[in-house]
C-alpha cells in the first residue's frame, strides 16, 4: 500500500508563507502528484499536480502566480510552496497520488488513488 504523509502546515498571516511537504513511498513516485484541499462545508478542489518527470504541470486558477508544486524523486518527496497566502486558501491539504500514466496530469479528486490525511493551514486576515 502506498503511503502518503503531508507535513508543514500551520496558522500564518495573510501575505505570509508556507511549504508543504509530502513524504511518499518509493511506489508513489512512478505516479503524478497532486495537492488538494478542502474547507469545512466544501467541496474537495485540485490546488497543483505534477507528472512523475516535471513536464506536465496542473494548477487551480485561484493560486496560479502564488504556489509552485516540484518534487524531489530522489527523495520521495513531493513540496508545495505557497506565497501570498490569502484568508480563502484556508483548508485541509491533502497529497494524492494517480497511478494512471497520461501526456497530461488530471485535475479531479476521484481520478486518485492513494491520499495522505491531510494538513491544515489557516490564514488569518
Known amino acids: 500500500q502506498v503511503q502518503l504523509v503531508e507535513s508543514g502546515g500551520g496558522l500564518v498571516q495573510a501575505g505570509g508563507s508556507l511549504r508543504l511537504s509530502c513524504a511518499a513511498s518509493g511506489r508513489a513516485f512512478m505516479y503524478t502528484m497532486g495537492w488538494f484541499r478542502q474547507a469545512p462545508g466544501k467541496e474537495r478542489e485540485i490546488v497543483a499536480a505534477?507528472?512523475?518527470?516535471?513536464?506536465?504541470?496542473y494548477y487551480a486558477d485561484s493560486v496560479k502566480g502564488r504556489f509552485t508544486i516540484s518534487r524531489d524523486n530522489a527523495k520521495n518527496t513531493v513540496y508545495l510552496q505557497m506565497n501570498s497566502l490569502k484568508p480563502e486558501d484556508t483548508a485541509v491539504y491533502y497529497c494524492?497520488?494517480?497511478?494512471?500514466?497520461?501526456?497530461?496530469?488530471?485535475?479531479?479528486?476521484?481520478?486518485?488513488?492513494?491520499w495522505g490525511q491531510g494538513t491544515q493551514v489557516t490564514v488569518s486576515s
Open positions: 505534477m507528472s512523475l518527470s516535471g513536464a506536465s504541470t
Open positions: 494524492a497520488a494517480d497511478r494512471e500514466i497520461a501526456q497530461r496530469v488530471r485535475s479531479e479528486a476521484a481520478q486518485y488513488d492513494y
